[in-house]
């Protein structure tokens, strides 16, 4: 049995819409300010540190100075706070406030912070390789038999 072609479309429309919410979620939590490519790799340097040991493909450098964050690198780096948070950790990161290249430099020595501690760094280990396994039990529904005359019924 084949899904529609309607249906199809319909549901990639809700997943396009879905993602393009999510972006431009990532995009107004975006820092804003004046920010230099060298300081944007010295954070890179600190984000990829940790990216490997979750499971992580490392994120590219910076070639040119920024105004705005891109929505990729705000999503890796509310993805570190969350697993910190879930580890325990104290350590908050605000992106609301940083708008500089010290802002910059001051949100590294968090994730520094956060890449050197023993409880965040057994929590992704933990957590490595986990995924959510759902086991599928076939169910059989037995049908009572009818008799001919049910049968019969039925088709009248």
Same mark, same amino acid.
């Given at each position: ?18 993602? *393009?919410?999510?972006?431009? @979620? ?6 804003? $300010?004046?920010?230099? #490519?060298? +300081?944007?790799?010295? %954070? ?21 100075? *920024?105004?705005?964050?891109? @929505? ?6 509310? $993805?570190?706070?969350? #697993?910190? +948070?879930?580890?325990? %950790? ?67």
């Amino acid at each position: 049995m084949s899904i529609p072609q309607e249906l199809m479309a319909e549901a990639e429309a809700v997943g396009a819409d879905s993602e *393009l919410l999510m972006t431009d @979620a990532l995009q107004e939590a975006a820092p804003q $300010g004046s920010f230099s #490519a060298d +300081a944007l790799n010295r %954070l890179v340097n600190e984000v990829n540190k940790i990216l490997p040991k979750m499971g992580m493909e490392l994120y590219p450098t910076f070639a040119a100075d *920024l105004t705005v964050f891109p @929505a990729e690198f705000v999503d890796v780096i509310m $993805g570190i706070n969350e #697993a910190a +948070a879930a580890a325990g %950790l104290d350590m908050a990161i605000d992106l609301s406030v940083v708008e500089s290249d010290r802002d910059l430099a001051m949100l590294a020595a968090t994730i520094s912070e956060i890449a050197a501690d023993e409880a965040f760094l057994e929590f992704i280990a933990g957590n490595q390789g986990e995924e959510e396994v759902v086991v599928e039990e076939d169910v059989v529904v037995e049908e009572p038999v009818a008799e001919d005359e049910e049968l019969f019924l039925e088709r009248m």
